[in-house]
């Protein structure tokens, strides 16, 4: 039998709602998390697993499958997480699609930017723009992934602040306009 909506309440009224902090959690947070996780929606989830630990090196913390579909996967880039699934309709969640204009970028940093998207493109992700040196101090490339999402592939090759970088890519941008 359903619940009201009202002893739902009650309920969770009796249930601790503060952050935890212990051996696996501070302030509310799993360790080995970041505050941020992005989730992304692909079609053919499982082989996207495959290619991002595969190309980038990610590590499978967990995959819960509906049957054949990827409900929810968590993988682990160097010092960040992500999850990703595959589409349900149910839930709202939709892949891109194809071959259409993307309305966001992942941004990865990794040791060795050449190497990595050269192993992309190997696995069929297209290369929006080829490796290349910027003002910034990183050595950048972007990917579009077989799955549709836009990556930004990075390593940091000047030890910059964040100040000083900002600062040459403002310095870089003035001269872009007009």
Do not use: C
């Amino acid at each position: 039998m359903f619940k009201t909506a009202r002893s739902l309440v009650s309920e969770n009224r009796n249930m601790t709602t503060t952050a935890a902090t212990g051996e696996f959690t501070t302030d509310g947070l799993p360790h080995g998390r970041t505050s941020l996780t992005p989730h992304i929606v692909v079609a053919r989830a499982a082989d996207a697993i495959d290619f991002y630990r595969d190309v980038f090196g990610a590590t499978v913390h967990g995959v819960t499958r509906f049957g054949d579909i990827v409900a929810h996967a968590e993988i682990e880039f160097a010092s960040g997480r992500m999850t990703l699934s595959d589409s349900m309709e149910s839930y709202g969640l939709v892949a891109p699609t194809a071959g259409a204009a993307v309305s966001y970028s992942l941004a990865l940093y990794v040791p060795d930017v050449d190497d990595v998207v050269t192993r992309a493109a190997d696995a069929g992700a297209t290369i929006r723009e080829p490796v290349s040196t910027f003002v910034s101090g990183d050595r950048f490339g972007s990917i579009l992934d077989p799955f549709g999402v836009r990556w930004s592939v990075q390593t940091r090759v000047d030890d910059l602040s964040d100040e000083e970088s900002n600062r040459r890519v403002e310095e870089w941008a003035a001269t872009q306009q007009g």
